[in-house]
Every structure is written in C-alpha cells, then in structure tokens.
C-alpha cells in the first residue's frame, strides 16, 4: 500500500473514475470521487450517450487484478464473431479471433452501478451534484459552483471528453497543448427488442453490423434480449442525419438500406425521431499531468468508439497506473511524466486504430477481397501464432501497446495484399488454393526479411 493515508481527489465518478477510485483506495487513499451527475443508482435509464460497451483484453486484465472480472462478465453477453448484413439480408460471419475468443457486450449504466457500489464498499465517498469549475494545479485545490474549496494531495481528473479539469490546464500553461476534433459524423440509438419470451430475435453471438459505405448500423446483444442499434452517418448530406430527420424520410430510408432490422422494430420511426443525436470525436493532449494533478480516460484521450477501446484503454490505464506505483512506490516520483508519456503515444495510436476501424466497419466489410485475406490471416496465424497475430487480435485480446500493435499490423498488411497479388488470390477462400501456390512459406519468407 503505496499511498497510505495520502487525500486524493477524482473530479468523474464515470466508468474510469469509479474504477480508479477502487485502485487508489486499496493502495491506502483517502479515496473523494466528486460527480456533476445525480447519482445514477437512483435514475431512470435515459437515452443518450449509452453506446453498448464491447469488454475486451485490456479492460478485463484491469478488472482481473482487483478480482472483479467474474463480476463484471456475469453481466455481460459475450460476442465470439462480426456478422454482416448484405442489402439483400445475406449474412457473413467473420470471427473477432481463435476459438474460445469473444468480446463481451455490457451496459454502460449497469457496468457503472456496479462499479460505483464496489467503490463505495472499499470505503471510496462519492459525492454526487458537486459541479467543479476550477482547479488550481499549484495548491492542488477544487472549486465548485456550491462556494466549496477541496484541498487533496492529488487530483485525478476523469470527468471525460468535456473535461473541465482539461480546459483549466490548458489555460494555466502554454505549453499544455489540446486538440479537440469532431468527425463530420454522428451517431443515434435504436432498440430491437425480444420476443414475447425473452428470446433474442438475432444471433446474439455476435456484434451485428450493417456496411453502407458513408454510414452503417451495428446492433450489440444485452442481458434482456434486446440488441442496441447505433446508426452511425455523415451530419450533412445524402443519407445524413439533416437529411433524414421526420417519419417519411426515416422509413423510406430504412426500408430501402436496412430492410431486415427495419423489419425487426415496428416502432423505430418514433424511436428515431425520439431518441437524441450525439456527436463523436476525439481529444488529444500534449500532457496529461501538472504538478499532483493528473488526467486519466477520456479527458485526455477520448476517442470514436469504432474499436472499442474507449472504455479499454480507460481501465488500461488505471491498471498501468497502479503497476507502475507497486514498482515507483510513490506518485512524486519522478519516473511518472515518463510513464504518461509512453501512455500519451500509445492511446494517440488507439485513436488512429479507431479512425481506420471506422472505414474499415463502414466500407470494407462488405468487400469479399478484404473478406479474403482476414480469411488468409486467421489461416496463417492459426499455423503460426508465434509469427502473426492479426491487428484486430492484436488490439483486442493481448497487452501489446498500441503503438507496436499499429506497427506490426501496418507490415504484415503490406505483406498480405503484396501476397494476394502476386497469387491471384481474390473474392474466394480456397484451402487447397492457398496449398498449391505454396502461401504459407511466401509469407513467412517475406517475414524473415
């Protein structure tokens, strides 16, 4: 216990914040989480910012060291595959990895109640409707808008994309650079729900995606039978959201693109209409600490949720956090502005990985060539797992950092088309095929170059 005693602060008490807070409190800490939110143990679910989370490696491997994962994955739906849907509702299943590999779909809402009730009972006080407008970095202090002053030792700030502890840095120095961007698109909810005995009315196996080059639907599985649709196009143009916004234009639009989900959700015109459109985008920052103050998750690397990895790298990087101070023994020392530095690169290439995943679940996944040489990759890693792990794999269920991982997967695709090339390997996976033309030696020659 590395922090005995030490008054620290969390201004978030989201998904990260509530996590951090169980880390720091077995660490020895006077543990205070401060959330501008009502406590949402106590509210209706609202629509809005409640994208399905997909659990993977990263996020797991954190919970697994406070020995929460089984708890968490008991209110999960493990997803073990991608499965297409065509225009004309053919379906193409793409598995996310080897046998016995899933992702696992959770509820936002009730993954954060549950964290939020594990916090408490590791004697974290949370406090909630406490509105923070400022922070004073030399005197580690918080100001809030009820006239309240709190002095900490430290102060994490996880209080996500619009983070105020963020903006108050960045004004404070110069030198703290921030770049917030939103994408030319946006993303609404839909629900599909069960049937009458609470059966799922698709495969629930399986993260669902319809690809319509600018746009497309996903729809992830929960506990109750119903899937989350998330319709995700441009903001301005042919089939954007200004252009498809009252009940005519919404059925006409789905009938035409998405015949079989619009065929699964009798009332989804209301739904559309009802349910809010939100933005995406993502930040960046230069540096992510000034004197004990320090940000974590989406407050300084929010991201687009294309890879899954918002929540990943968030709970990556309170279980690095707390790696790095049982080996440091101290958060003064001066080793950490290295540490966050080495997380700045990684969680910078997390976000280029969810920008090109976005294309690639857009536009790609309904190309048979593109089809063909995951196909060929699953193949070939299968034979050789110590040799090639695909990018998806790579990310998803090991703890390579990102950054490598993007390195790696950037060479071996340059391999893999070059090899489809040479081959004439297009549209059709043919074993017998890849045997003849002797694949799986031309690959690993090119990778002992």
């Not at 089984?70 to 990895?97: A, C, F, W």
């Not at 209409?273 to 004990?292: A, D, E, H, M, Y």
């Not at 071996?412 to 074993?431: G, P, V, Y």
């Amino acid at each position: 216990m590395h922090l005995r005693n030490k008054n620290i602060s969390i201004v978030g008490g989201g998904l990260v914040g509530s996590l951090l807070s169980i880390f720091l409190s077995q660490q020895g800490a006077k543990v205070s989480v401060f959330d501008k939110r009502s406590d949402i143990r106590l509210n209706k679910v609202a629509a809005g910012r409640s994208i399905n989370l997909a659990l993977s490696n990263r996020g797991r491997k954190a919970l697994r060291m406070l020995d929460l994962e089984d708890d968490i994955l008991n209110i999960s739906v493990p997803m073990s595959k991608r499965i297409m849907h065509s225009h004309e509702g053919v379906l193409t299943e793409q598995p996310y990895g080897q046998i016995g590999q899933s992702i696992y779909s959770v509820s936002r809402r009730e993954l954060n109640i549950k964290l939020l009730n594990i916090a408490e009972s590791n004697s974290v006080k949370i406090f909630f409707n406490q509105d923070c407008h400022s922070v004073n970095t030399n005197k580690t202090t918080l100001k809030f808008n009820n006239g309240q002053t709190i002095k900490s030792d430290f102060i994490f700030g996880t209080d996500g994309a619009g983070s105020i502890l963020r903006k108050n840095m960045s004004n404070n120095n110069t030198d703290f650079h921030v770049v917030e961007n939103f994408i030319n698109s946006s993303y609404k909810e839909l629900t599909i729900s069960a049937n009458n005995d609470r059966s799922y009315k698709l495969d629930h196996d399986g993260l669902h995606i319809w690809p319509r080059k600018s746009f497309m639907v996903i729809a992830l599985p929960n506990l109750d039978g119903t899937f989350t649709c998330t319709l995700f196009a441009p903001n301005k143009g042919e089939n954007s959201f200004s252009s498809i916004k009252d009940e005519d234009s919404v059925n006409k639009f789905f009938r035409k693109e998405f015949q079989d989900l619009y065929e699964l959700i009798p009332d989804l015109s209301k739904q559309y209409i009802t349910n809010p459109t939100s933005k995406l985008g993502f930040v960046r920052c230069s540096s992510w600490k000034q004197n004990n103050t320090i940000l974590l998750g989406d407050s300084c690397h929010a991201t687009v949720p294309f890879y899954g990895q918002g929540m990943n790298s968030g709970f990556e990087d309170c279980y690095l956090l707390n790696k790095w101070l049982n080996n440091y023994k101290s958060l003064y020392d001066k080793n950490l502005n290295q540490f966050l530095h080495n997380r700045i690169i990684d969680t910078t290439a997390m976000q280029d990985l969810s920008m090109d995943n976005y294309i690639e679940m857009r536009d790609k996944t309904a190309d048979l060539n593109f089809l063909l040489q995951k196909k060929i990759e699953t193949w070939f890693s299968e034979k050789h797992p110590d040799k090639w792990q695909p990018l998806y794999s790579m990310v998803t269920f090991s703890d390579m950092r990102y950054s490598l991982a993007i390195k790696k997967g950037k060479l071996q695709d340059k391999i893999m088309k070059q090899i489809m090339i040479d081959n004439n390997l297009f549209q059709s996976f043919d074993i017998k095929e890849l045997i003849k033309k002797n694949i799986e030696q031309k690959i690993l020659s090119k990778l002992s170059v």
